[in-house]
């Protein structure tokens, strides 16, 4: 069973800023801690920047809707801490694939083959709704063409230069092969970009893809690229329906069923007894003054159509759950023994609180913990891709 | 009496060392430019040598050769701002510098990202603005070729105003928290940047409370007349390249005036030469040191660095013919620091062979060749003859050379009372002495 656990401020609940144990969701020291314990209960990766809200929540002056850019974040946090996966989101519609790739591989590499590329919706980030010159609206299909062709050209620079292809050789005075380092010459309807990328090969190959955009549209572009999904369910029915959508997609795409781990979103109320978390949800919700309320809906019509996770009391996080860390467990053992799902993404309503309950828990039933550093590819049981230019290469040496 | 001015360092981190051949070095750790130990030396013995600064350039196209990659030079220099966020978690001190293009870059993004770097740092993060002039670079980023030079300045002074702006975008005391009456924040304390003249399109506010320094430290590396106006309005440090004491004391003093009229005083900027250590216990320890890492350069190199620097056509020339010097110098696009290129080649009559590892030698910065007393009068006549108020300092490979300077240059410096014996404050500001800039606000 692998864990992933989304954070992000005080938490995913728009009142959780005023439950919070933490004043400071800024503090490094804070997250550092948060790591070091997500890493001792066995989590494979923990995932930064997914959307707490819209700019309409943020003007509203209610909730904590704010953020910091998750690349520099998973920077800061690489040498913080030993074992655990770091995810990132990177908003497709304001960068280029090639400062993408490039931010991906150096953090790959100097955090030991542990990053993660957190895709968000094409259509869901704050900058497609800008309307500027430089990035003229897009229709939704259209956002969909340019989110595959956007992680093709990643995918194709990061191939760019082969493994192996760095020699090093100081005595002949070559430092890299250049027969196995490629331009990539794309040109296709939004990029155009030659490469070779100034970055050697990530450490994992390719960093994982995440994403959990369970449209038709997204779920098609999860089927081509992504190396995890998160589904975003309210029950075991609905799990089992996404996956089978997902894996006949992966069959028509000529994938293998276990090159996408499946894991099924959960959105959390964690205390030490069943009273204490029902009476911490209801506090919670007790919270969203009429102010919140309209300010939430005001967001929600703004991104109208929009497949947003709905801040109010997490439904569209996944599974929501209420209760204490000792039946969550069994709960995901009972659901990834049914054979629902690959693991568990783990939404916490509180930061840090929620998460604490669940760690000593974890921790408690020995979840294996890597000993020796370990690509988060392997650790997810994922292939390390070959380079798409190494083929070439060998057919013409 | 006045307290003697002081001395500001910068770590130019550049992976491979600065010398083109440094990586081939005995003593250099050649492939482990992607490892987190390597940079950890690097940004631990700065620090240790009380550095103001740790610096990361920027490449955004690979070293090709035509078309072809050209595997003999190619070290890639790392992604800045991710690199100085790793080192910002192995550091406590020292400044962070990344440098990052205003040319493919959107400024809001550019906005979220120092702030991050200035978040997770607490205070230590600064930016190098650059346009980038590599014309290699467009291609990777859908264009066609270089970008005019002044319609990439006009850019950058556009995209320096939409980062500040928004970086101001939050005045204090807009961060409530206050749970008693559930506000978090001030809405009316948050606003969205007002440029009416600029022409990017910032519709939200940024999505972070101001930095911890208001703003990250703004430096400006380029030497072109429109670098200089960029720089006298807005930089708060200058890495240049100043091999000649007389022009770097007039490139200081023309700086100086330039930002009087944008009613900036001296105080406000920190400039920092390049300058690389070549160093030995004895002159000729240090001469050796430097035939060893010239012999490393390997011809191809040579060649392919003198053809990247000048736009001429050297196909007909053997390596041990005569630098056609004249021609070259009627070259359109010779810049200031080509010229210095060429006056040493008429002097001491190189070939084009010398001439091309001068030039993989030095970059056109100041190398220096001598022992660490000799080295630490150098750097203290500049700073008193008014060349500059510090140095950015270029290794000719790391770890060795640099742990040589901070071990033997540094001691010597402290000695002479014009550096520091320990850092006073926590924020890159503090080590440069500047002032934390007022947000400006709309209503003002």
């Known amino acids: 069973m692998y864990l992933t656990v989304a954070l992000g401020c005080h938490g995913f609940h728009p009142a959780a800023w005023q439950l919070s144990s933490a004043t400071n969701p800024f503090d490094i020291d804070l997250s550092r801690d948060l790591l070091a314990q997500a890493e001792r209960a066995g989590f494979e990766a923990a995932l930064f920047g997914l959307p707490i809200g819209g700019s309409r929540l943020l003007a509203s002056g209610l909730v904590d809707a704010c953020e910091l850019d998750p690349l520099p974040l998973v920077g800061a946090l690489a040498p913080r801490t030993q074992s655990i996966g770091l995810g990132a989101t990177v908003p497709l519609s304001r960068t280029q694939p090639f400062h993408t790739a490039r931010a991906f591989s150096v953090l790959d590499h100097l955090s030991g083959g542990r990053t993660a590329w957190v895709l968000l919706p094409p259509y869901e980030d704050e900058g497609a709704v800008i309307e500027d010159a430089a990035y003229p609206a897009l229709s939704r299909s259209e956002w969909y063409e340019r989110a595959a062709e956007y992680i093709s050209v990643v995918i194709k620079l990061w191939d760019s230069w082969e493994d192996g292809c760095v020699l090093a050789d100081k005595e002949a005075g070559i430092f890299a092969d250049s027969r196995r380092v490629h331009p990539i010459d794309h040109v296709g309807p939004y990029f155009s970009v030659q490469g070779p990328l100034t970055a050697i090969r990530p450490l994992q190959g390719r960093p994982v893809v995440v994403q959990f955009d369970q449209s038709d549209a997204g779920l098609k572009l999860a089927a081509q690229t992504a190396d995890v999904f998160i589904g975003m369910c309210s029950s075991p029915e609905e799990a089992i329906a996404l996956r089978e959508k997902l894996h006949a997609l992966l069959d028509g795409a000529s994938r293998p069923r276990s090159a996408v781990k499946f894991l099924l979103s959960v959105w959390a109320v964690i205390e030490p007894t069943e009273t204490h978390a029902r009476h911490r949800a209801d506090t919670l919700d007790s919270l969203i003054s009429s102010d919140l309320m309209r300010a939430i809906k005001e967001d929600r019509e703004r991104l109208a159509g929009r497949h947003l996770p709905n801040v109010l009391s997490g439904h569209r996080w996944g599974v929501r759950f209420v209760g204490t860390a000792s039946r969550l467990c069994n709960l995901m053992i009972e659901w990834s023994g049914a054979g629902l799902c690959d693991g568990f993404n783990i939404v916490p309503s509180i930061l840090p609180d929620t998460l604490l309950p669940l760690f000593d828990e974890l921790a408690r039933r020995r979840r294996p913990v890597p000993g020796e550093p370990v690509l988060l590819r392997q650790r997810l049981g994922l292939i390390r891709p070959m380079s798409v230019f190494a083929a070439t290469t060998s057919a013409t040496a | ?359 993989a030698r030095s970059r056109s910065h100041h190398t220096f060749v001598g022992t660490p007393e000799k080295l630490a009068d150098v750097m203290q006549c500049w700073l008193e003859e008014g060349g500059c108020d510090g140095f950015n300092v270029m290794p000719p490979f790391f770890p060795d050379s640099l742990a040589v300077f901070v071990d033997h240059v540094v001691p010597e410096l402290q000695r002479r009372g014009i550096y520091r014996v320990d850092y006073e404050g926590s924020t890159l500001r503090s080590h440069l002495g500047l002032k934390t800039p007022q947000p400006r606000r709309a209503n003002d």
């Not at chain 2, 600065?18 to 013995?45: E, F, K, M, V």
């Open chain 2, 1 to 359: 009496m006045n307290p003697s001015r002081q001395l500001h360092l910068g770590l130019f981190m550049y992976p491979g060392g600065h010398h083109i051949a440094g990586w081939r070095h005995l003593n250099a750790p050649a492939d482990t430019y992607t490892s987190l130990t390597y940079y950890r030396t690097a940004a631990q013995l700065a620090e240790r040598g009380k550095f103001d600064i740790f610096f990361v350039g920027d490449t955004l196209a690979t070293r090709n050769k035509g078309r072809t990659f050209f595997g003999r030079q190619a070290i890639p220099n790392l992604d800045p701002v991710s690199l100085c966020a790793v080192v910002s978690a192995m550091t406590s001190r020292i400044g962070v510098v990344a440098t990052l293009s205003t040319t493919y870059h959107e400024p809001d993004y550019v906005a979220a990202k120092f702030a991050t770097l200035d978040h997770v740092s607490a205070g230590r993060a600064g930016w190098n603005v650059v346009t980038t002039f590599d014309p290699a670079a467009a291609y990777n980023f859908g264009r066609k070729g270089l970008l005019d030079k002044s319609v990439r300045y006009e850019r950058g002074k556009q995209f320096v105003d939409a980062v500040t702006a928004l970086w101001d975008g939050w005045a204090e005391g807009a961060l409530l928290a206050d749970r008693t009456t559930g506000r978090f924040l001030d809405p009316s304390l948050i606003e969205k940047p007002q440029l009416p003249a600029n022409s990017f399109c910032l519709d939200t506010p940024m999505r972070l409370p101001r930095p911890p320094q208001g703003w990250p430290v703004l430096i400006q590396a380029g030497g072109s007349p429109h670098g200089r106006d960029l720089a006298a309005q807005y930089a708060e440090a200058i890495f240049t390249a100043q091999p000649d004491l007389e022009e770097a004391k007039s490139f200081r003093a023309e700086m100086h005036k330039r930002m009087a009229e944008y009613g900036r005083s001296p105080g406000d900027l920190a400039i920092m030469p390049g300058l690389s250590p070549v160093l030995g216990s004895t002159e000729t320890e240090a001469r050796r040191l430097e035939e060893e890492l010239d012999e490393l350069v390997h011809p191809e190199v040579a060649m392919w660095m003198l053809t990247k620097t000048f736009p001429f056509d050297f196909t007909s020339y053997a390596p041990d013919d005569l630098l056609p010097v004249d021609a070259l110098e009627d070259l359109p696009k010779s810049t200031a620091n080509n010229a210095t290129m060429l006056s040493a080649a008429r002097r001491d009559r190189m070939t084009v062979l010398q001439a091309a590892k001068w030039l």
